[in-house]
């Protein structure tokens, strides 16, 4: 006899931004806030370490600035915000893991070969 949790279910569909509150909603200590960019992208920490030349989560995310300073990102569509993330348990060989809300929502990352194109990345990742 085993003893787990039941099963819950988890809708596969990204809620609606109809269905969010337009000002935060506290409800006990929860609660929503505005983010300070409009979208946000994942860097693997654990994939950039294992690069070739060793790049690090820095190195990759200092690419993708790079490119969307040059694409003009951020005027228009809003502050795009990099962060480095843990493990995304994906871990290929040699190539570098990202992620964005974008993706994400249909249950997706972003698997990128060496040496980095970081416009081919962002094409996948933004909106």
């Given at each position: 006899?085993?003893?787990?949790?039941?099963?819950?279910?988890?809708?596969?569909?990204p809620v609606?931004k109809?269905?969010l509150p337009?000002?935060?909603?506290?409800?006990?200590?929860?609660s929503?806030?505005?983010?300070?960019?409009?979208?946000?992208?994942?860097?693997?920490?654990?994939?950039?370490?294992?690069?070739?030349?060793?790049?690090?989560?820095?190195a990759?995310?200092?690419?993708?600035?790079?490119?969307?300073?040059?694409?003009?990102?951020g005027?228009?569509?809003?502050?795009v915000?990099?962060?480095q993330?843990?493990?995304?348990?994906?871990?290929?060989?040699?190539?570098?893991?990202?992620?964005?809300?974008?993706?994400?929502?249909?249950?997706?990352?972003?698997?990128?070969?060496?040496?980095?194109?970081?416009?081919?990345?962002?094409?996948?990742?933004?909106d």
């Open positions: 006899m085993s003893l787990s949790a039941p099963k819950t279910h988890v809708p596969k569909t609606p109809s269905h337009k000002t935060p909603v506290a409800s006990g200590r929860v929503l806030a505005k983010a300070p960019a409009a979208q946000t992208i994942f860097v693997c920490a654990k994939c950039a370490k294992k690069l070739p030349g060793r790049l690090g989560a820095k990759v995310r200092a690419i993708l600035k790079d490119a969307l300073k040059r694409r003009g990102a005027k228009d569509g809003g502050k915000r990099i962060v993330a843990g493990c995304f348990d994906l871990c290929p060989k040699r190539r570098q893991v990202l992620a964005s809300g974008r993706t994400l929502a249909n249950a997706r990352l972003v698997v990128m070969d060496t040496p980095i194109d970081p416009d081919a990345a962002l094409d996948l990742l933004l």
